[in-house]
T-cell receptor, first 114, second 113 residues
């Protein structure tokens, strides 16, 4: 079965540093997402991306966050100046199209901000 | 109105038992209701999903029951096994939107051998 691939699996950074989390969505998918999950809590929506632009974002996704699809395969989440509370597991996900709305998740990047 | 409420928070059953996890929603625009299974350190994996035009869907040992009028849906796991021990999340989304999934708070299931 096709997979959403995320790198790195773990990222440790100092508070105030910039991090970039990388994802390769499933190749024929059109809708892309970032979710996060703080340890032991529910999965929270951050942002959706379609047709090379943000289609929706949550309150969590403030000016410190940005997303980009720099080429035909990669989808990145950048946190410009990390805070302690950004520590979480970040999941990339994708959906194929309007006729097949199954959401496929990657295995996540565990971000630890020290 | 965007919330999906899930219960119970945790559940322990004996092997062979039938754990039931319940979810409720408010937004009538939701029209796709998946359940995800998550093992520690892994991403959520789609287990089974239902649309509101049917009241029940079975896939293997997993069954979703859907009550449109009550805006509730539930997951039943038949003949549960220790390997089913995981966290289960219900979710909801609207096809008319951006497929933003709203997740429940999760149920940690433990199946005793």
């Amino acid at each position: 079965e096709p997979e959403v691939t995320q790198t790195p699996s773990h990222q440790v950074t100092q508070m105030g540093q910039e991090v970039i989390l990388r994802c390769v969505p499933i190749s024929n998918h059109l809708y892309f997402y970032w979710y996060r999950q703080i340890l032991g809590q529910k999965v929270e929506f951050l942002v959706s991306f379609y047709n090379n632009e943000i289609s929706e974002k949550s309150e969590i996704f403030d000016d410190q966050f940005s997303v980009e699809r720099p080429d035909g395969s990669n989808f990145t989440l950048k946190i410009r100046s990390t805070k302690l509370e950004d520590s979480a597991m970040y999941f990339c996900a994708s959906v194929q199209d309007k006729l097949n709305e199954k959401l496929f998740f990657g295995s996540g990047t565990q971000l630890s901000v020290l | 109105q965007q919330q999906v409420k899930q219960s119970p928070q945790s559940l322990i059953v004996q092997k062979g038992g039938i754990p039931i996890i319940n979810c409720a929603y408010e937004n009538t625009a939701f029209d796709y209701f998946p359940w995800y299974q998550q093992f520690p350190g892994k991403g959520p994996a789609l287990l089974i999903a239902i649309r509101p035009d049917v009241s029940e869907k079975k896939e293997g040992r997993f069954t979703i029951s859907f009550n449109k009028s009550a805006k509730q849906f539930s997951l039943h796991i038949m003949d549960s096994q220790p390997g089913d021990s995981a966290t289960y999340f219900c979710a909801a989304t609207a096809a008319s939107g951006t497929y933003k999934y709203i997740f429940g708070t999760g149920t940690r299931l433990k199946v005793l051998a």
